[in-house]
């Protein structure tokens, strides 16, 4: 099983909060995501890290920040929680490697749920 | 425009019959496809990977197959069990960049009755 973990797994919280999700992974890996999903589409990428202190945006415009400050962790953050934020997101996590065969694989965690009400 | 498109949508099948999932795709230049399982509420868990070379994959009861010329691809899932019901998706990695560009299908539902 991967190591990679999420908290919370749901949070329920009222329009104007802030909110941090946390990620976690014991892999060593470098190159760490944040996929945000709803209900029967498919997953959209909104941040990614290649490494301490990189941070990109993705292809899905969100107002959520995150930071990479370790290897192993990747917190994502909204500072003013909407009602349109409610959704699942799923951290995830791969080796980079600059030469040799890399497939790249994708290691999930198991997702937070919010709900803002 | 890279696209992967899944189908079908959803399908229900009964316990211990097989089945197959398709998934086509626009994506260029290609460099490897993946299928992933995720079940209700989970994070989705790799099940194959198979670059340009490959044909095919398997990984227990789900065997994976690739055509890189008309771009198309095959989850065949063998004697289906109650703990195969998920959403299979399929996923397409381009070589645009070092790192590679992923491409996510809808997935498709499955549902396993007894």
């Known amino acids: 099983e991967a190591d990679i973990y999420q908290t919370p797994r749901y949070l329920v919280i009222g329009t104007g909060k802030k909110i941090t999700l946390e990620c976690s992974q014991t892999?060593?890996?470098?190159?760490m995501y944040w996929y945000q999903q709803d209900p029967g589409m498919e997953l959209h990428l909104i941040h990614y890290?290649?490494?301490?202190?990189?941070?990109e945006k993705g292809d899905l415009s969100s107002e959520s920040t995150v930071s990479r400050i370790r290897t192993e962790h990747f917190p994502l953050t909204l500072e003013s929680a909407r009602p349109s934020h409610t959704s699942q997101y799923l951290c995830?996590?791969?080796?980079?490697?600059?030469?040799?065969?890399?497939?790249?694989?994708?290691?999930f965690g198991e997702g937070s749920r919010l709900t803002v009400l | 425009k890279n696209q992967v498109e899944q189908s079908p949508q959803s399908l229900i099948i009964l316990e211990g019959k097989n089945c197959t999932l398709q998934?086509?795709?626009?994506?260029?230049?290609?460099?490897?496809l993946r299928w992933y399982k995720q079940d209700t509420g989970r994070g989705p868990v790799s099940l194959t990977i198979?670059?340009?070379?490959?044909n095919t994959k398997s990984n227990g009861r789900y065997t994976a197959t690739l055509d890189a010329d008309t771009k198309q691809s095959s989850l065949h899932i063998t004697a289906s069990q109650l703990s195969d019901s998920a959403s299979y998706i399929c996923?397409?990695?381009?070589?645009?960049?070092?790192?590679?560009?992923?491409?996510f299908g809808r997935g498709t539902q499955l549902t396993v009755w007894p």
């Open positions: 995830a996590s791969s080796e980079y490697k600059t030469s040799g065969r890399n497939t790249g694989e994708l290691f």
């Open positions: 892999m060593g890996h470098d190159k």
């Open positions: 890290s290649y490494g301490v202190n990189s941070t």
């Open positions: 998934c086509n795709y626009t994506v260029s230049p290609f460099s490897n």
């Open positions: 198979m670059t340009f070379s490959e």
């Open positions: 996923v397409v990695s381009d070589r645009g960049s070092t790192l590679g560009r992923l491409y």
